[in-house]
Structure formats: structure tokens, C-alpha cells
């Protein structure tokens, strides 16, 4: 069965570096998502990309992320100075379509576990 | 203010003893509500999608139900393994894609 994949499972870096989160979305997939949860809390919604570019975000994708589908089945999430607060669990996510019909539902990968120091 | 709230927080049952979690949300047009069920350390595992008022879907003991402004999540008969947090998103009609999600309602089943 298709699902999504994310590596690394964890990363810990220091305070000010940058970090690149890698997803391999589902194959016949067109939309992808990045998400992410604080420990203990919800899962909070940070982008979505169709089509090869950004088609909605968050108030947290401040200018310090940044995503990209740099060939056919990868798609990445960049942080570019990491913070304290950006420690979290990110989840990649895919879905078929947004037809609000059907083939809506987005399948989410295990997550990358980030921890700054 | 929160869009999508959960209730309870927390569930503890006895192996068997049938509840139900509920998911109230106010967004102005619902394109779907999703459930999706996350064990600890892990992503969330997509159950249910649910379009308009008045449908129904079913997966072995969990049924979901949809209204205008509540769903349901019953849990007929649980097992052990059915102990999890049990999320609820919702996704609006001009939005691109975009998930918000409850807090969740964390299920313990025990034997």
C-alpha cells in the first residue's frame, strides 16, 4: 500500500542553524502538505503546494521556511535559522485531489521529530 | 477562537463499553470533516471523510456521523487496540486544502 515517507525520523540541530525535512509524497498524488505538532499540542497546518508552487500558508511560514519540490517525488520543507520554538514533530502530508467530493483525504507521513538546542 | 473543539479530552473505557467523541466545528462553508486517529510518536492515520449533513460512514467498530455544526465518532464495542487519540479536522470550502485540526480526544481501552 502507497503511503508517505519522511526522513530523517529525527533531527537535532543548534539554535540558528538550518535544517531541510525531505518527504516522499504518494505517487499519483498532486497536493502536498507540511504540518506540524508542538508536543502535547494540535496539529497545526503550515502549508500547502499544488501545481509547483505555494497555494496557501499559515501565519507561522514566516519568511524563515521555505518549501520545494525539487524533482518528481520529493518535496521538502527548509528552515532557514532555526528557533528554540521550532522544536516539534513534522508531518508531511498528500492527498489526490481537494475536489471536496472524494480522494480528499490526506495521508501523513510518520514525521521528523526536530529538536533545537 | 478555536474553530474545531473536541469533547471529551480524555475517554477511558472497559473493553466493550460502546461511546461516543464529539467534534463540534463553526467555519462559514465545509467542504469535509475528516477523522483521523495518531498513536503516540506516530502521524495521523486517516478513518473518515464526511461531505454534507446527514452522512454516515462505518469501519469495523467506529461510525461516524455528520451534522451542520457537530460530528460524531462512535465506538461500538472497543478493544484494546482501538486506544488512541482520536483527531478531528475540519477543511473549508475555499481553502487549499488546508486541515484544522481539534485537540483530540485521547481513547483507553482496557481489557
Known amino acids: 500500500e502507497p503511503e508517505v515517507t519522511q526522513t530523517p525520523s529525527h533531527q537535532v540541530t543548534q539554535m540558528g542553524q538550518e535544517v531541510i525535512l525531505r518527504c516522499v509524497p504518494i505517487s499519483n498524488h498532486l497536493y502536498f502538505y507540511w504540518y506540524r505538532q508542538i508536543l502535547g499540542q494540535k496539529v497545526e497546518f503550515l502549508v500547502s503546494?499544488?501545481?509547483?508552487?505555494?497555494?496557501?500558508k499559515s501565519e507561522i511560514f514566516d519568511d524563515q521556511f521555505s518549501v520545494e519540490r525539487p524533482d518528481g517525488s520529493n518535496f521538502t520543507l527548509k528552515i532557514r535559522s532555526t528557533k528554540l520554538e521550532d522544536s516539534a514533530m513534522y508531518f508531511c502530508a498528500s492527498s489526490e485531489s481537494i475536489s471536496g467530493r472524494a480522494r480528499d483525504e490526506q495521508f501523513f507521513g510518520p514525521g521528523t521529530r526536530l529538536t533545537v538546542l | 477562537e478555536d474553530q474545531v473543539t473536541q469533547s471529551p479530552e480524555a475517554l477511558r473505557l472497559q473493553e466493550g463499553e460502546s461511546s461516543s467523541l464529539n467534534c463540534s466545528y463553526t467555519v462559514s462553508g465545509l467542504r469535509g470533516l475528516f477523522w483521523y486517529r495518531q498513536d503516540p510518536g506516530k502521524g495521523p492515520e486517516f478513518l473518515f471523510t464526511?461531505?454534507?449533513a446527514g452522512e454516515e460512514k462505518e469501519k469495523e467498530r467506529l461510525k461516524a456521523t455528520l451534522t451542520k455544526k457537530e460530528s460524531f465518532l462512535h465506538i461500538t464495542a472497543p478493544k484494546p487496540e482501538d486506544s488512541a487519540t482520536y483527531l478531528c479536522a475540519v477543511q473549508e470550502a475555499d481553502s487549499w486544502g488546508k486541515l484544522q485540526f481539534g485537540a483530540g480526544t485521547q481513547v483507553v481501552v482496557t481489557p
Open positions: 503546494f499544488y501545481n509547483n508552487e505555494i497555494s496557501e
Open positions: 464526511l461531505y454534507s
